[in-house]
């Protein structure tokens, strides 16, 4: 069974300060994909950034980077330069290449402050 | 980028009614959608699969005479709760893998619609 743990409830970070928001999978599946979005208030889900579990790189879109390390089955995420704006729910996620579903974390909350 | 569109935005309903939720894959054929719940300050929990065709498979502990999804074509899927009572009452998102059929589109992609908020009195 899979499962993704995000041992992070909140976070706070200072604007402009980088932010690191922990995540750790389990899968027997050889091929799988981790993703991270985020939910602001909204409730829409706005995509971030994806991992293969093949990519020898680590994914960076813009201020967001992922640093994964696949012996130790994680996928962090980490905000570069915080905005007020990235205030919201962050979740990371994984689909096994097997049954294409998504699944979530619990999630994490950070807030940007001044 | 692909999108997904979802049917009303929020609905009010009485207990016992039932009540209809539309999602759509906008400029991308969707063979495979997801429907997820969410629970206030919750994560979303992956309810049932969604296949264009054939009968929709569910998660362990949902139960399918009370959500009914049909998969009527490559673009729209449906997901309607029957006779509703206030536990039902929660968010409601449709996802559409992206890769599953279409022109132009990353396969590293999961699209999600914008959510439907059911408040059931």
């Known amino acids: 069974a899979q499962k993704i743990t995000q041992t992070q409830p909140g976070m706070f970070v200072q604007e402009k300060e980088a932010v690191t928001l922990d995540c750790t999978y389990d899968t027997s599946d050889q091929s799988y994909g981790l993703f991270w979005y985020k939910q602001p208030s909204s409730g829409e889900m706005i995509f971030l950034i994806y991992q293969g579990s093949y990519d020898e790189q680590n994914a960076t879109e813009g201020r967001y980077s992922l640093n994964f390390q696949k012996a130790r089955k994680s996928a962090n995420l980490v905000i570069s330069a915080s905005q007020l704006g990235d205030s919201a729910m962050y979740f990371c996620?994984?689909?096994?290449?097997?049954?294409?579903?998504?699944?979530f974390g619990t999630g994490t909350r950070l807030q940007v402050f001044p | 980028g692909a999108v997904v569109s979802q049917h009303p935005s929020w609905v009010i309903c009485k207990s016992g009614t039932s009540v209809k939720i539309e999602c759509r894959s906008l400029d991308f054929q969707a063979t495979t959608m997801f429907w997820y719940r969410q629970f206030p300050k919750q994560s979303l929990m992956l309810m049932a699969t969604?296949?264009?065709?054939?009968?929709?498979?569910?998660e362990q502990g949902v139960e399918k005479d009370k959500f009914l999804i049909n998969h009527a074509s490559l673009t729209l899927s449906t997901l309607t709760v029957t006779s509703a009572h206030p536990e039902d009452s929660s968010f409601y998102i449709c996802?559409?893998?992206?890769?599953?059929?279409?022109?132009?589109?990353?396969?590293?992609?999961?699209?999600f619609g914008p959510g439907t908020r059911l408040t059931v009195l």
């Open positions: 969604s296949n264009e065709g054939s009968k929709a498979t569910y």
């Open positions: 996802s559409a893998p992206a890769g599953t059929s279409g022109v132009g589109v990353s396969y590293n992609e999961q699209f």
């Open positions: 996620a994984m689909r096994s290449y097997n049954t294409d579903k998504l699944i």
